[in-house]
């Protein structure tokens, strides 16, 4: 029965409500909720932040109260209240009210002496590492370098320029069967390397590495090379096998087969994978599916044993969601630091539910959102992403191209369609991340209505020149150094959106967690002319330090421009500037 004083809705939380929210370690929660009674009387609460401890066999899992936050009221009997997480791993959010007996919440901080103690049933909370939240992640194929001696010799130059996190597509054996030739051709010649995904061969599955790209210990040279860097390791997660697997041969359950009993292979259309065989997650045996699940979850504390705590994982949303419930809560049981980045392009609602499912991080539309404004402009969908309620457990990572993707003005377009489409994703999203050979502008597409790449890295090896002059890593550097600076591009729910004069060019403020930190990023969405707008900006919103008149510096290239009143002036032409990032004031920046 419903009590006089009721709490509701509240937030941080998924859809279900089963599954948890997320945030990560030091970053505020912003817990928000209903709550009212009848009659006249002043009610007051309080927001609990519940550590929860390992469950023990047969027992339920021990709360330890760990922080907690007045709640204060917003109008139209909403309120809001902050709190903060200091441990990775599960959490509950507990909202707490009551008649305010003396009309104030320190009066009745112990609750000893309230009337009515309303309390909201445990909201489910993930709270993840930092990293989770924030990274440059740089991918890069290392057969293309020789291998991983190779990878592990170019780590202190991806460093230097600010990346985070290194990634690297499937490092396993590669199936001959069906193998794929240059641009995805049905045949391919004795020295064709054929698709990473297509995993499995003579030398092994999903455990095993690539004989031409080392062994073991090349890999764990590699993990210890970036750790020394600052830098950590995400290994490609997937999911399926070439004809030449050994689970072909020794676990044919294991596959969907077709009426005359052969397997068949992997389909997403318009797209045939005719090297690789998808696994059937649901074979008709129990027995079987068990075998099958646990087999997957071997993959992910295999690869952990040799200090990889990040997963990108490919194409989830082929993959039955219970599965993906409950191999990322048992791998987090034992190793609540791991991080899954679900590379699912697919449509919203099954993104969301993955995201839901326990995901850390999702790939996202924004590889396709070029415009400002419209329902599928940049603005729309960063409030979706940022204010919405998927906000609450759907973590962003920002990636211009994929080497699957080469999409927008990136297709045959200019030096600037790159700079501006790298800005916009390393201020945009907390997490983002480019392909090897984006810094050099390869920009050709398969053909018009193909968004792969011409010459695909997928199906060949690719030598490339990284200090081939005017390539575009002094604007990686110099963003990813001010990303590390600026706590407010560290964080995705701050970003506000700015009126200009010119739908070409596009504004946006964010600011850090304690309000200190606050930038002001100008785009130029067109990379071929230049643009010219006014901005209608609210000074006292961007954050502290910004008031009329004012001067503001530009951190990308040191320049102090005077701002004296309302509607300032901006013009960017992409030869020479793509885009601003505006701190408030006169800023000393490293040259």
Known sequence: MTGRLV???????????????????GEKIKVSVVMFRDGHDPIAGRARLFSENARSKGRPAQLTLVAESPLLPLGNDEWEATLVAEQVGPHRIVVEGWTARFGSYGADLDADSAVDL????????????????????????PRS???????????????????????????????RTFRKGPNNTLVAGPDDPGSPWAIGSADGGHTSIHPELGDESDLRRLVEEL????????????????PDHPWVSEHPEWFYHRPDGTIACAENPPKVYQDIYPLNFWPEREADRQALWKACREIFEHWISFGVKIFRVDNPHTKPVAFWEWVIDAVRSKHPDVIFLAEAFTRPHVMARLAEAGFTQSYTYFTWRTAQHGPDGIWAYMEEIAHGPKADYMRPNFWPSTPDILAGPLRNG?????????????????????????????????????????DSEKYQIKVRDYHAPGNLYPLITKVNSIRREHPALQRLRSVRFWPTSNDSVIAYSKTGDDGADSLLCVVNLDPYATQEALLDIDPAAVGAGWAWPMNVTDLL???????????????????????????????????
Request: one cysteine or more; proline letters at 10%; aromatic letters at 12%.
């Open 145 to 175: 370098l020789g291998g991983l001696a190779g990878m592990t010799a170019r780590v202190g130059e991806l460093a230097s320029y600010g990346f985070d996190v290194l990634y690297l597509p499937p490092i396993h054996p590669i199936g």
């Open 227 to 242: 750790a020394a860097n600052g830098m950590e390791l995400a290994l490609d997660y997937a999911l399926q096998c070439s």
């Open 414 to 454: 200019p030096p600037s369609a790159f700079a501006l489409r790298f800005v916009l994703a390393a201020t945009l999203s907390p997490s983002y991340g480019i392909y090897s050979g984006y810094e050099l502008y390869e920009n050709q597409p398969a053909s018009d209505s193909n968004e792969e790449y011409l």
């Open 7 to 25: 709490v509701e809705d509240v937030r941080p939380r998924t859809p279900s409500g089963l599954q948890p929210a997320k945030s990560a370690v």
């Open 118 to 141: 309303t309390s909201s049933d445990p909201v489910p909370l993930w709270v993840d590492r930092q990293r989770a939240l924030f990274g440059a992640w740089y991918e890069q194929f």
């Open 557 to 591: 290239s040191g320049e102090v421009f005077v701002w004296p009143g309302p509607k300032p002036y901006v013009r960017l032409d992409p030869a020479s500037r793509t885009a601003h990032i505006f701190a408030a004031g006169a800023v000393a920046t490293p040259s």
